[in-house]
């Protein structure tokens, strides 16, 4: 509107109603009366916006009481009070109920000056942002759900710059890297990695920056590994996206520390391989490595032998002493192959009581006497809650063209011999 502030000072109730009515957005006019305010006047816009349709033109002036509906009339108060005491137009939003609805408006506030320079009058617009505020509020909305979604993450999720500064870090990454958020954030994303592969690093972001692909699991090229705040190294899988903000490129790295996945792999790893009583191969472990053996007997000509062991009377020290004393009796004499066998022997449990020593590169002579210095150290050694036991071996040498259920067939057969002669002896 641009009549001058000296016409609007002057002007009548009546020439303030014509110039407020054609304005295209809502429209009044305040004055301060005492120590309270009235509305001088307001076009049907203004009226519509505060639910007040109904108000007649004759009513004016009148307070804000009458005019307003009450939970409006403090925050218009507000504003016209601090336009007096600083008299800067300002701007405020505003709350109104119209057929059930609530509607927001954006009222904005210019003090009218009488000739003395004193504040004489106010002049307010408004203008419905009501899609507008909908539409900020279910932003608002997102963005707290996504934060909220961010901090409570397992994985951790950093975001970076194009020069790899650290922008932000969720609580996962901190509790990842070790870090606190003051720790972190303006700090090159380099700190995080080993230093033997910043470098390589670098070259994987600007190659990256300048691809069309959008996102990428790090871990499809090679294994990644992440540095903590102690220096300890870490295996990790990581995806990184980048996206186009206002400052610039930004990436995101979602963090996760595989340190106890892998843990997870090698101790199945080894469970499927182990005896968990005894700690040797396991029968599927074990065959597997005969097999292996056969092989390389096979291309290259070598001597293979192997020695089953059984051990003797198991059954009656079950039934006589226990399970418990059982089991103690099989873990002692896996103990004592690992610590009497050689190196290159291989030991597993196949069975309840039996077990099997793969001896490579040995022939039959050399594996009987392998066999009876076992022997005679169980039976000299083995004690077990004060119980003495010995036990039988039974020894094959590999023969061309066998497979692994053939040697251990003859080694077998071995062992029954053994056990038929007496017990507590070798038979090859």
Known sequence: MNQPSGFLTSATVDQ??????????????????????????????FL????????????????LAYLFPRYAQRQFTECLVKIH???????????????????????SFAPIFDPAGSIDRVFCTGIDITEKHRLRLALDTSRSMLQAVVENAYDGILVCNRQGMIKSANEAALGIFGYEQDELVEQPL???????IREKHNAFLESFAASPIQARIMQERAQVHGMRKDGSIFPAEVSISKTQASTGLEFTAIIRDETEKLDLIDQ????????????LHNRRSFIKRLEEEISRSNRYDRPLSVAVIDVDDFKMINDTRGHEVGDKVLVALGDLFQDKCRDHDICGRIGGEEFCVLMPE??????SESAERLRKSVEECMTVDELRFTASFGVATFQNTEVSTQILSRADEK??????QGKNRVVA
């Open 268 to 279: 199945l790893r080894v469970e499927a391989t182990t005896d968990y009583l005894t700690g």
């Open 16 to 45: 303030l109603m014509e110039i407020l009515s054609p304005i295209g957005t809502s429209a009044a006019v305040f004055e301060r009366e005492d120590n309270a305010f009235r509305t001088l006047a307001a076009n049907l816009k």
């Open 85 to 107: 005491s600083d008299p800067r137009a300002i701007d405020a939003e505003f709350p109104f109920d119209r057929s059930g609805e609530t509607h927001w408006w954006r009222c």
């Open 48 to 63: 519509e916006m505060i639910g007040n349709e109904t108000f007649k033109e004759e009513m004016f002036p009148c307070s």
């Open 415 to 420: 062992l029954y011999e053994a056990k038929a």
């Open 190 to 196: 380099n700190i995080l990695l080993p230093e033997e």
């Open 362 to 367: 040995t022939t039959l002579e050399k594996a």
